[in-house]
């Protein structure tokens, strides 16, 4: 049973550019939140996608957009990278509205350095 | 609106030692309780959960920790650790009843076990 994947692994950009990361939910669960951990810090709530919308939204810039496909995988997009967007991007994903969406699983996170 | 407080950002501790990892929480509504590990460079992984029930819960590998409502705390404690305990430590919550499930957490503990 597949947990949750995500792609790349790491990943190095410029200020100002665009970045698109990628997550694969665990087997079964049709929910996926997004997370940034800054260095030393606890992990920040971005969003969440539930049947293809954006459900619940943390407080993070329109620079940050997601995307969630039929097959509930998901994309985070970030525009106009700031150097402040260095962090490692969790995704984690749930079974939304039909078990205890509360229990998250994560995946091993995609290291972001913006230059 | 809820906040996670992890008391202390370091622990250091002895191998076989026991140790006390604290926080406490802010909310005007009822909440679920969480403590996640991370490895250096992995993800988050689910230690344990209080979601009803005993206020004493239990992880297979020795944790345990006990929801307190009139102290708002969730303190994770381990009667003996081992070196492969260290890691970063993180309590989280989340609403209870409708809700996405997003999670709050705090700023992290870092647990280092001293041979």
């Known amino acids: 049973d597949a947990g949750v994947t995500q792609s790349p692994t790491h990943l190095i950009k410029t200020r100002g550019q665009q970045v698109t990361l990628r997550c694969s939910p665990k087997?079964?669960?049709?929910?996926v939140s997004w997370y940034q951990q800054a260095l030393g810090q606890g992990p920040q709530f971005i969003f969440q996608?539930?049947?293809?919308?954006?459900?619940q939204r943390g407080n993070f810039p329109d620079r940050f957009s997601g995307h969630q496909f039929p097959n509930y995988s998901s994309e985070l997009n970030v525009n106009a990278l700031l150097l402040g967007d260095s962090a490692l991007y969790l995704c984690?994903?749930?079974?939304?509205?039909?078990?205890?969406?509360?229990?998250?699983?994560f995946g091993a996170g995609t290291r972001l350095s913006v230059l | 609106a809820q906040s996670v407080t992890q008391l202390d950002s370091q622990v250091p501790v002895f191998e076989e030692a026991p140790v006390e990892l604290r926080c406490n929480y802010s909310?005007?509504?009822?909440?679920?309780l969480f403590w996640y590990v991370q490895y250096p460079n992995q993800g988050l992984q689910l230690l344990l959960k209080?979601?009803?029930?005993?206020?004493l819960v239990k992880s297979i590998n020795g944790f345990e920790a006990e929801f307190n409502k009139s102290q708002t705390s969730f303190h994770l404690r381990k009667p003996s650790v081992h070196i492969s305990d260290t890691a970063e430590y993180f309590c989280?919550?989340?609403?209870?009843?409708?809700?996405?499930?997003?999670?709050?957490f705090g700023q992290g503990t870092t647990l280092q076990v001293k041979p």
């Open positions: 984690a994903s749930s079974l939304g509205d039909r078990g205890p969406k509360n229990i998250q699983y």
């Open positions: 087997s079964g669960h049709d929910t």
């Open positions: 996608y539930y049947e293809e919308e954006e459900r």
């Open positions: 909310s005007s509504v009822s909440v679920y």
């Open positions: 209080y979601l009803s029930g005993s206020t």
């Open positions: 989280a919550v989340s609403l209870r009843g409708q809700g996405t499930g997003k999670l709050i």
